[in-house]
């Protein structure tokens, strides 16, 4: 990808995330919002920003951890790649962020591209179940009404795109795991890998010479690919380094959900507890697991109304306008920061998308 389309790229990232926005809001009568915009206390969002601080600060930690059998870095040296990831997901389509991660620590640090990809893989199926775990305690919390039927910047939301929505990220939390555990196992991934590498054997109607070019140029780097993912998993030899993350992990979304609570001390006509604003919360991300815009604008709004009718937020304006500036302030550090990240590590964002194109294939992984 060259200069050029990256530059187009940006700026197509940004015009569908400004017309998402206005197309969110087009039939929200405006004088109602902005007048609830104007009377939230945004002092209340000053601890909010800070608090999700801390979130990443969890998820740094927690992503170090994974990083040790791949490559022993720093705290910095972790939380600058990240940052600049999610900064990314922020802005550009297609959450390219994942990719730039193990871009950055490959061409930073020397280790191994699969190797890191998979621990960001790891980091996502942590994240999964814990939601799942969340979604599952704070629904025997609290007194959800009858699921409405939300109307939103084109989206049509029901009970039944809620139960949508959990049962695909339920399937791919149990993808990643089974993944992750199929290619820890030595055993088991010896037996892959010899059968990769048997494969070539089997196509019997090719001369020998292409036989061997296949196995060379095939087989022997997919396998060199497994080994290096299941380096990334190596977390999973580990019961105390897993208990830490899966209990980072807890604290990353019981600090995520009390953003929320700090947000709605601000926000008029919002009187719902830690218990209920978790389930917005767990809400709100399970839709926007839902192919969106980037930024997730639209999609992220008719989550949070849907939620909140849930528990008796019926009023347009409120909810959305809560829902609009919770949105902001939960995307303002992985932006602010992950530019910032960007300028102390010297990395030029718009080359390392191209660069993401030409990750490389089995590169070497440091101790």
Partial sequence: MNRKKLIISFLAGGLV????????????????????????????YIPTFLILVLGFVFRAIRWRILLFPVARLTFWECFHPMMIGFMMNCILPG????????????????????????????????DL?????????????????????????????????????VTAMTRLAVVLVLGMVAVSIDPLRRLMAKA????????????????????EGLSTPIVGIMERVAQGFGLLKSPGRLILCLALTAGVWLVAAYSYVLAAKGSPGIGLGFSQLSAVMVIICFFISLPSAPGFW?????????????FGVSDTSSAAGYTLAVHVIQMA????????????????????????????SDPGSQP
């Fill in 17 to 44: 995330s400004a017309l998402a926005l206005y197309v969110s809001f087009r039939n929200v009568p405006l004088a109602g919002l902005t007048e609830y915009l104007a009377r939230i206390d945004y002092l209340w």
């Fill in 95 to 126: 959450r390219v962020g994942e990719l730039a991660r193990p871009v950055i620590v490959n061409r930073k640090h020397g280790a191994s591209f699969f190797g890191v990809l998979a621990t960001v893989a790891a980091e996502r199926a942590l």
């Fill in 129 to 165: 179940l814990g939601l799942l775990v969340f979604f599952i305690a704070v629904m025997r919390q609290v007194g959800a009404r009858h699921a409405p039927q939300v109307e939103f910047s084109g989206y049509v939301l029901t009970q039944a795109t809620l139960d949508t929505a």
């Fill in 196 to 215: 990769i590498m048997g494969a070539p054997s089997v196509l019997v109607f090719l001369p020998a010479a292409a036989r061997k070019r296949l196995r």
């Fill in 298 to 310: 639209g999609l992220w709004e008719a989550g949070g109304i849907f939620a909140l009718a849930l």
């Fill in 333 to 360: 550090p992985a932006i602010l920061i992950g530019f910032l990240s960007a300028a102390v590590m010297g990395v030029n964002v718009m080359k390392l998308t191209r660069d993401e194109a030409s990750a490389p």
